[in-house]
């Protein structure tokens, strides 16, 4: 409690409280760690979280290939997230990939004032002109909900006119809190319109749905290849590298695993309530947690075959790794790490950090809900806000035709009992106490913070990187992978283990001296007085 009251005790009394509620020393607190989530940041505090249209065209929608994403709104939202998250894609035979370009309606001032729906029909035209893209997909921006452009109207107009599948998405930036209220929208709008329409055939009894991984750094394609080597079909990656064909068909897999599950969670309970497909958190980072992750999927299906393949390919996944993870451990044993990111890798890094004998002393995210935090069973304890109430939840019924078990609901009950499947155990059961959990980190807090626990190594994001980097302490981007990768299963944990040795046995930030610490940088007077 010390460290926290030290950062915080130059807030007034107010602040104070508010931000104490999001900082947690786990173990050592009165309130079984509990943690204040998802809730508004205060005003002018400098988060360091972003918004609705971010995490719904960013994260969920821009990772789709060959959707052609229009962002309707004034040209900086669309520069500004473009080509900026590393999700890759391969184009294949008859496939359109759109991942390198940038589409937006350009609004200007007066279509601020006159409305914008004639432009964003205007686009629309001039992309099936030039590109034929069986999809369009548009996305909101900030003053696009002030003025009130139907943009849902646009879409079923564009259906009509093109004979296309045109889908809008209300991401607004200012709605919600966070990028979090926009993977909420993306979600419902692809349950809406996309997913269930596929009628590819199925035959491989193995099928499973990869929710929640977004092939940043070609995370997905490793995960896909060691998934494919024991035997299973991926129908369907939501989103990274997919087509919409391929989320066409998502109702079709036996299983929905679900790596990212603050992104992606409401779609996998969808399928379930609406195609009967049961969904099961993994987690494709680290050694022991990717074992862990095979042997549950494994469990799942209960094929003796498939369990002993997961078991013969886990043994030589290991042996070609083997050499490497001793050596990287034996130069990280005894490190320590901060971990600061989105809401769903401060978790997942812990594992593969641990498998490496590095020790995180703090984690935290920028927009995880308390269940991210402490486990699902947080869920009915949770209060609804105004901000949460602004954000469309929708419920869907089962589909007759489609719905399928793989399992009886007998031993779909066992299975949730045993919290195999349905259940999402939180990051803060895997900390130890006298760790720090943190949400929503402003610069200050971030600067005092590391201050006080001087972490061998920080991994967070580009607004981070740098601040950390010039007070000495080594830095690697954990969104982007400071453009290495992939970092998943067997072989990741060598590519991470390797960037990870290679910053702290190049510890050229702590000779580094910023300038401000020597002399002034800034020069002024106050009060206009010579
Ligand atoms: Fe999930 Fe993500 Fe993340 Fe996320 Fe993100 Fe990301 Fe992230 Mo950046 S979907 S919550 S909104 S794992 S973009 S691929 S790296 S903040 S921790
Ligand atoms: C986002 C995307 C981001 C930003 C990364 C960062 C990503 O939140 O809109 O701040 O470095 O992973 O690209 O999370």
New binding site residues.
């Given amino acids: 409690m010390k460290t926290i009251h030290k950062v915080l005790e130059k807030y007034d009394s107010k602040v104070y409280k508010n931000r104490k509620e999001h900082m947690v020393e786990v173990g050592n607190n009165d309130n079984n760690n509990e943690i204040a989530a998802n809730v508004r940041t205060i005003p002018g505090i400098i988060t360091?979280r972003?918004c609705c249209y971010?995490?719904c065209k960013?994260?969920v929608l821009g990772p789709i290939k060959d959707a052609f994403l229009i962002t309707h709104g004034p040209i900086g939202c669309a520069f500004y997230?473009w080509g900026?998250?590393?999700h890759k894609a391969r184009k294949e035979e008859g496939e359109d990939n759109y991942l390198q370009y940038c589409f937006s309606t350009d609004l200007q001032e007066s279509d601020i004032v006159f409305g914008g729906e004639k432009k964003l029909k205007q686009s629309i035209q001039e992309a099936v002109d030039l590109f034929h893209p069986s999809t369009i997909f548009i996305c909101s921006t900030c003053p696009v909900g002030l003025i009130g452009d139907d943009i849902h109207a646009v879409a079923k107009w564009a259906e009509k006119e093109y004979g296309i599948k045109c889908i809008a998405f209300s991401c607004e930036g200012y709605k919600g809190v966070s990028?979090s209220a926009g993977h909420h929208i993306a979600n419902n709008q692809l349950i809406r319109y996309v997913i269930g329409e596929g009628d590819r055939e199925i035959k491989n009894k193995f099928s499973v749905n990869l929710l929640g991984e977004y092939n940043?750094g070609g995370d997905g394609w490793e995960t896909e290849r060691l998934l494919k080597r024991i035997g299973y079909e991926v129908v369907s990656t939501f989103t990274g590298g997919s087509s919409i064909e391929d989320l066409k068909n998502a109702h079709k897999a036996n299983l929905s695993l679900v790596q990212c599950h603050r992104s992606i969670n409401y779609i996998a309970e969808m399928i379930e309530t609406k195609y009967g497909i049961p969904w099961m958190k993994v987690n494709f980072i680290g050694v022991d947690a990717t074992m862990k992750t095979l042997r549950d999927i494994a469990k799942y299906f209960g094929d003796p075959e498939l369990i002993a393949r997961t078991e013969a390919v886990i043994s030589e996944e290991l042996l070609q790794i083997a050499e490497y993870m001793e050596y990287y451990r034996g130069k990280l044993k005894g490190k320590t790490a901060a971990i600061y990111?989105?809401g769903s890798r401060a978790h997942h890094y812990q594992a593969l950090l641990k498998d490496l004998g590095v020790h995180t002393i703090l984690a935290g995210y920028?927009f995880a809900h308390r269940e991210d935090y402490e486990g699902r069973e947080v869920l009915p304890f949770i209060k609804m806000d105004a901000d949460n109430k602004n954000i469309e939840s929708i419920t869907v019924e089962p589909d007759i035709e489609k719905y399928h078990l793989y399992l009886s609901e007998e031993d779909l009950n066992r299975l949730r009992e045993e919290k195999l499947i349905d259940y999402y155990e939180g990051m803060v059961k895997d900390m130890e106490n006298g760790t720090f959990m943190v949400d929503d980190l402003n610069h200050y807090e971030t600067e005092e913070l590391l201050k006080a626990l001087k972490p061998d190594i920080f991994f967070?994001?580009?607004?981070d990187k740098f601040v950390a980097q010039k007070s000495g302490i080594l830095s690697r981007?954990l969104?982007?992978y400071d453009y290495s990768g992939p970092y998943c299963c067997f072989r990741g944990a060598i590519n991470f283990a390797r960037d990870v040795a290679m910053g702290i046995y190049t510890p050229a930030w702590s000779y580094v001296k910023a300038p401000w610490k020597t002399a002034p940088i800034l020069e002024g007077t106050l009060g206009g007085e010579a």
């Fill in positions: 360091q972003g971010a995490g960013g994260v997230s900026t998250r590393r990028q940043i990111v989105g920028e967070s994001g580009i607004k981007q969104h982007s």
